[in-house]
């Protein structure tokens, strides 16, 4: 139907590696499945290059949006079609297996456009918070629920580096 459209809620997301992704949709006269493709990224470089190529785009603009990564140059990992699941009220989908850690970009082909997310899979959790004069970033395990200690910290495009303490905190 020419009313049909769906697309992902975020642009980018974060997942462990210990279950499947579950990916926020929102989906109006679809009552299919959506073909889901998803794509590996050599490396966490090649992850920054797709970022910051869409960042080139004003935050304004609407063709950000529907900005589209070229995915001949990278590794299809798995196509498959995905029912499209709703619980109070919010609609998702959700992959049937753990994705290994590292960079993708998922691809949801809809009736009338192709939406992509970049999606991030590891087992660390950070939480941060930002001031005027201040910033606290803490890194705990998502399968111990531990604070990671001595992890590497690097603000990348600059020169600042830090490291977590024993409580994960940086």
């Known amino acids: 139907s020419i009313n049909s459209i769906a697309f992902a809620s975020r642009s980018f997301i974060e997942t462990n590696s210990t279950e499947g992704p579950v990916v926020q949709i929102y989906a109006r006269n679809i ?95 950070t939480y941060y918070t930002i001031t005027k004069t201040d910033t606290i970033l803490w890194v705990n395990s998502t399968k111990s629920g531990n604070p990671i200690s001595n992890a590497q910290i690097n603000i990348i495009d600059t020169s600042y580096n830090y490291k977590t303490d024993g409580q994960g905190i940086a």
């Open 31 to 125: 009552t299919d499945k959506i073909n889901t493709g998803v794509y590996k990224f050599n490396n966490w470089e090649q992850y920054f290059e797709s970022v910051k190529q869409r960042d080139q785009l004003p935050w304004w603009s609407y063709s950000k949006e529907g900005y589209t990564e070229d995915v001949s140059k990278l590794n299809k990992v798995l196509s498959l079609d995905l029912d499209i699941q709703t619980e109070d009220n919010t609609q998702f989908l959700r992959f049937p297996d753990k994705l290994d850690k590292g960079f993708y970009l998922v691809e949801l082909v809809g009736p009338r456009r192709t939406h992509q997310i970049w999606m991030q899979v590891n087992d660390l959790a």
